[in-house]
């Protein structure tokens, strides 16, 4: 058996704390906690109403920070009497206090939003024209060379004030001389123009592949829309853009500079970056660190050619350090989307013709087999699988790899798990299975409910399912196909009720508390990090969250436009309203 990280102990003894700084952490008079303090700290918050996160003190009034970790943690009358002559203090009259938010899944590049054609809104709901969309296109074509691609994200195929779907011959409106492909926001499918298709050699009659469909309209010819495996295939093909490599960093790091001022203005401190197919990320990230413009924690999931690195060097999960660490592989894709509609399903959608039933992305050895190499390496597991049949391919392939290869503490992961059986999460119970769970999803695409059904959706994101059976269920945005505001999270998680006000799924309804814990010392244990990270602990990172208003007393409708008034993380403040 082996650990994939070290315990809290052994990191907290490399970090320099001693034996004595680490039972002064536990011990907890009624008042308050303290580290052992060799002199006054950096910083006190006082006058607070803090969650922390930490069951043996949940709530507080103060605390002190030195360096970059909390020292103390207790009432304004104790934390005060800690503070020196150069101890800044922060008066925070009532507000209040969580720690840093985790994002357990993200694909947040930043260059797409600073040098891409955006189709919608990223960050809120916000309907649009499909001329709008087509005059974007049309602009971008116009300074691009003929058959080199022109792409677009952040189309929300459900928020179009036109009330119809993008197709075909909307994009040859854009140009018939520029191959085009607007991504759908949640992945997993795109419209493409029929440049695009002509190019690819595919007609009406070409067959679909596997893990992937051409759709058709009413009239039987091509509607521009190919899911998965066809999508991807289609996008293979022609010229894409290229940049010198000193361009393509420029870009790059300034992308990842931009999307980590984004993350710290939205309260989250810490990212699992999924890298997907960007080789080029990693020392982007290294350089946007060294400029003093990383604002987030980042824990890595590898691309497949540095996961062979990995695994060729003897790199496991957990290597690295505060700022920036490894984690499991990327997502390995098992079936299609949620927002997009190709997900594995049981039964067919509601309101699609033909009857369709989603897309399985990979046959069962070959997951298998990439299941075993990689657990084998150190690595931890991560599949995409939101349905059900997905899930089940999940489920065989871990257990199967765990049974070849026992590990204690493997945390394998379960990007998304949507829509999983009650059978399928006690199976993960049992494997220590750690599900990252769509959080934005409930709110923003509650316009996506009707095509699964009131019954699919009563267990679709099951919160309240997964935290009773003691399952460390997690957030996940997904972004870019999901926002990645932990206020909408939250308010989407205790109420169940969408942007459109609908409600989906009400039996899952959880408490604010724990909304705000999968979103933080849950986040933190999913990357074996609840050592250093996720709770307002002395001992561990000083990375926190000021609001202007309580979350636990406002009306919970209002949840996701309560002020955020400043960001801390590892004692810094990183965004200041």
Partial sequence: HMSILRSRRAFLETCGFTAATM???????????????????????????????DTAMPSAQAFAVKGDR??????????????????????????????????????????????????????????????????????????TPPGTWVQATFYDDTKIKDNRQLTRLDLDKASTEHPI?????????AVFNSKAFEMAGITKNTPDVYGGTYEKDSRGELSGRATDNASRALSKIGKHETFSPAEQERRGVAGFEFISKKFAEYGITSVCYDAGRDEDSLPQMQLARARGNLHTRINYESTETLVDGMIKNGIRTGFGYEWLRFGGAREHT????????????????????????????????????????????????????NGEPAIERSLIAYERALKLFPVKDARPKFTHCSLPSASQMRRIKAIGGEPSEFSTYLYYNSDKFKYYGADLAEHMMPYKDMLNMGINVTTGSDFYPGPFDPRMAIQGMVTRKGFNGE????????????????????????????????????????DFVVFAEDMHTIDPEKIKDVKLVQTVVGGVVRYQA
Wanted: with cysteine; glycine share 10%.
């Fill in 503 to 542: 409600t989906w799924g009400p039996s899952q309804k959880i408490t604010v508390d724990q909304a705000i814990k999968a979103s933080t010392i849950n986040g933190a244990y999913h990357t074996f990090e609840e050592g250093i990270k996720g709770s307002i602990t002395p001992g561990k990172l000083a």
């Fill in 23 to 53: 039972a002064g952490t536990a011990l907890l008079s009624p008042a308050w906690a303290q580290a052992s303090l060799s002199s006054a700290p950096d910083l006190i918050v006082i006058n607070a109403k803090v969650t922390t996160m």
């Fill in 70 to 143: 909390f020292v103390a943690v207790g009432s304004t009358t104790d934390i005060k009497s800690l503070a020196g002559p150069r101890t800044r203090v922060y008066d925070a009259k009532g507000m209040f206090i969580t720690p840093g938010f985790v994002d357990t899944h993200n694909h947040g590049r930043g260059e797409g939003l600073l040098y891409g054609v955006l189709a919608g809104n990223p960050y809120v709901v916000e309907y649009v024209t499909i001329q709008s969309i087509i005059d974007k296109l049309k602009a971008r074509a116009a300074k």
């Fill in 334 to 385: 098992q079936d299609g989307g949620l927002s997009s509609r190709t997900m594995s399903m049981t039964r067919p959608f509601i309101g699609v013709t033909p009857p369709y039933k989603g897309n399985l992305t990979e046959p069962q050895e070959v997951n298998n087999a990439w299941c075993e190499r990689v657990h084998r390496a150190g690595i931890r597991l991560n599949n995409h699988c």
């Fill in 181 to 189: 492909m607007v991504n759908l926001r949640g992945g997993h499918a």
